[in-house]
Each structure stands twice: as C-alpha cells, then as structure tokens.
C-alpha cells in the first residue's frame, strides 16, 4: 500500500511562512499530477494549489500570490511553500496523488496542522 507522507506543518504567527513537504513511501507510476488540500474544522475540504508532471500549475484564488506549490510529480514529490499566512489558512493540509487512469485523486497523506496565531 502506497503512503504518501507530509511534514512542514506547525504554529506560526499571522504573516509568517511555513514549506510543507510530501513524498510517497514508493514509487507510484502514471501520475497525471499532484496537489496540496486543506480542511478547516467545520468545513469542506478544499483544493489549494496542484501542479502536473508538465509542469502546470493551479490555485485556490485566495493563496494565488502567497503560495507556490513545486515538485516533481513524476518523482512522487511536492513542496508548497506558504507565505504570508493568514488566520483563514489555519487547516489540516493534505497531500494527494491522481493518476493519468482516474479522474480523481485516489491517493491521500494523512495531513499535517498548519495553525496561524495573531
């Protein structure tokens, strides 16, 4: 079974950075691309930012700016670095995995706590 397994999180005050990381326990082959999730208490878990293994990239509107996402999909490993953090991105951030086969991400880390103090 594939584990995919991201670190980076911890507090940080309003306005500071944290780099989150994942990588895959081993390889996983025909990846369409990978992407960084988040879910705060209380509500739906929400696509932040994903990037392909071509390279493209795409945003949550109310990140684009702050945070860059970065990797290589195609070696199972993706970064999202996070500036400027703000209250409204505390969440539990998720790592995920879609293959060329499927059209939704069928591979899932087990989160990592991102809290944003004032």
């Known amino acids: 079974q594939v584990q995919l397994m991201e670190s980076g999180g911890g507090v940080v005050q309003a306005g500071g950075s944290l780099r989150l990381s994942c990588a895959a326990s081993?390889?996983?082959?025909?990846?369409?691309?990978m992407a960084w999730y988040r879910q705060a208490p209380g509500e739906q878990r929400e696509l932040v930012a994903s990037i392909t293994t071509g390279g493209s990239t795409n945003y949550l509107y109310s990140v684009e700016g702050r945070f860059t996402i970065s990797g290589d999909p195609a070696k199972n490993t993706v970064y999202l670095q996070m500036n400027s953090l703000k209250p409204g991105d505390a969440a539990v951030y998720y790592c995920?995995?879609?293959?060329?086969?499927?059209?939704?991400?069928?591979?899932w880390g087990r989160g990592t706590q991102v809290t944003v103090s004032t």
């Open positions: 081993r390889i996983i082959f025909s990846i369409n691309d």
């Open positions: 995920a995995v879609r293959s060329t086969r499927s059209p939704r991400y069928g591979y």
